[in-house]
């Protein structure tokens, strides 16, 4: 009987590594264009949430139609025309770590731990006929292990939060993770975000802070046992309502007497 090669089990496991991981790469290539439409999908079900619109019996898509996605500068607070820069293929995370459309924050600026920062951002107009009802924006911020990713919903008179959502974060499921439950967020409904001075005025406090009559418009109740989740919660409120975030929109939004067009 002929004698085995010596390195022929060796061939063997080399060839069949080289097949099965043959297999995962293409297999990661070929599902990489649905993940990203679910992704999509997800995206645009928070949108809904955090404007309290979404129905899960009724198609995501056919909900987000009242929705219109456009970009603003930042800086400045206005739109940017959809042909200067689409809102359908907008990469906004991506902006922020590019060097044309993003930029480090000084450690001053950063209160919400982004490190960096794109100069324009998608926002989503809701509509109701030719009335602007809500603007949903996306917010994001450290919280204790994780970057937590989110909406904000605000009523049209640009003062008052009509909802919050979170996507995507790391925190610990029961503690920080609480921030996705639907009875925590319940409790953002309402809650006003700047005073008659136009000052920022919300915050997320420790859970069981007690509020005087005239702070309860302005405190949302933090997650018990979750005290530092609830900071970073609070410090990406500080910091994408404030000068560096969405309030330059806001002011333009103010002087133009609403959104037109
Ligand atoms: C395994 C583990 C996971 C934790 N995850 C979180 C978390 O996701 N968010 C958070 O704020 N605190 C978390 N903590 C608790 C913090 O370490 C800290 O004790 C807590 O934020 C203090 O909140 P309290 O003052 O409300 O008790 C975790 C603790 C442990 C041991």
């Not at 645009?44 to 898509?61: C, H, M, Q, R, T």
């Not at 731990?113 to 602007?132: H, M, N, P, T």
């Not at 404030?242 to 330059?248: A, V």
């Amino acid at each position: 009987m002929a004698e085995e090669h010596p390195l022929k089990p060796f061939y063997s496991v080399l060839v069949l590594a080289f097949a099965c991981s043959a297999l995962v790469a293409l297999a990661a290539i070929g599902l990489k264009p649905y993940q990203d439409a679910n992704k999509a999908l997800d995206r645009k079900k928070n949108i809904l949430a955090a404007a309290g619109l979404y129905d899960p019996a009724v198609n995501v898509e056919k909900q987000f139609a009242s929705i219109e996605t456009r970009i603003v500068s930042l800086a400045t607070g206005e739109f940017v025309d959809n042909q200067a820069l689409d809102p359908a293929t907008f990469d906004q995370l991506g902006a922020a770590m590019s060097e044309d459309r993003g930029r480090p924050l000084a450690k001053a600026d950063d209160i919400a731990g982004i490190k960096r920062q794109e100069a324009y951002s998608l926002v989503y107009l809701v509509k109701d006929g030719d009335r602007i009802d809500q603007i949903v924006l996306p917010v994001r911020g450290k919280g204790l292990w994780s970057t937590m990713y989110g909406y904000v919903a605000v009523d049209g008179n640009l003062e008052t939060i009509r909802g919050v959502s979170f996507y995507e974060h790391g925190e610990t499921p029961g503690l920080g993770g609480e921030i996705e439950n639907p009875r925590w967020q319940a409790g953002w409904r309402d809650k006003k975000l700047y005073d008659e001075s136009g000052d920022l005025s919300i915050a997320v406090v420790k859970s069981g802070t007690q509020s005087s009559p005239e702070e309860l418009p302005y405190r949302i109740d933090g997650l018990s046992g979750a005290t530092l989740t609830t900071k970073g919660v609070d410090h990406l409120m500080q910091f994408w309502f404030g000068d560096h975030g969405f309030k330059p929109f806001f002011e333009q939004i103010r002087k133009h007497g609403g959104i037109h067009g």
